[in-house]
């Protein structure tokens, strides 16, 4: 079955940087494109970034451009995102999501929570 | 930057049918921006119901449909059980990028 499991969240200052990991199991990796969306507490979703499946194109939100990098291993299986230069409103609940078509969402993580505060 | 508008809250009794909308600030909602629809509960990961305006994932009950109705894109629920209450999210593809709708809330009383 799907797993999307991801981890690295936590608390730090802003300013400061984090790594969130998606490991990926259940599914040939190196077929699909990835997202990253999060969720602010008590606040609805907003898409982060996308990956296509060879790693060849990525998209990022305006909130995120020049701050967030997505990328991929594909020999372990896992999505990362690496968050720099960390605001307070990046505050929120980071998901995983897998892409079966580049524009479709359907297997989700269980989500990572990243507080940013000083 | 697109907006995506959906319905705040609705309110739907067990056994009826609801329809809920997605509005783009650009125009009318086309199959091109490839809807995409999520349910989510209190304390729990957003779970995908339909792709590509009205396909559904194996996992998707039948009484969720989706569409395009009037210019936007519609997720329609017949005959509503008590566990579809639940916060639901639309999701459209903008050219590179995807823009989700702030939410609707469905209570089911």
């Not at chain 1, 190196?30 to 898409?47: F, I």
């Not at chain 1, 990046?90 to 929570?113: E, M, N, R």
């Not at chain 2, 936007?72 to 017949?78: E, G, R, V």
Request: aromatic share 12%; glycine share 12%; with cysteine.
């Amino acid at each position: 079955q799907v797993q999307l499991v991801e981890s690295g969240g936590g608390v730090v200052q802003p300013g400061g940087s984090l790594r969130l990991s998606c490991a990926a199991s259940g599914f040939t990796f190196s077929n699909y494109g990835m997202h990253w969306v999060r969720q602010a507490p008590g606040k609805g979703l907003e898409w982060v970034a996308f990956i296509r499946y060879d790693g060849s194109n990525k998209y990022y939100a305006d909130s995120v451009k020049g701050r967030f990098t997505i990328s991929r291993d594909t020999s372990k299986n896992t999505l990362y995102l690496q968050m720099n230069s960390l605001r307070a409103e990046d505050t929120a609940v980071y998901y995983c999501a897998k892409s079966p078509q580049s524009v479709d969402f359907d297997y989700w993580g269980q989500g990572i929570l990243v507080t940013v505060s000083s | 930057q697109t907006v995506v508008t959906q319905e705040p809250s609705l309110t739907v009794s067990p056994g009826g049918t609801v329809t809920l909308t997605c509005a783009s600030s650009t125009g009318a909602v086309t199959s091109g921006y490839y809807p995409n629809w999520f349910q989510q509960k209190p304390g729990q990961a957003p779970r995908a119901l339909i792709y590509s305006t009205s396909n559904k994932h194996t996992w998707t009950p039948a009484r969720f449909s989706g569409s395009l109705l009037g210019g936007k894109a519609a997720l329609t629920l017949s005959g509503v059980q008590p566990e579809d209450e639940a916060e639901y999210y639309c999701l459209l593809y903008d050219g590179g990028a995807w823009v989700f709708g702030g939410g609707t809330k469905l209570t089911v009383l």
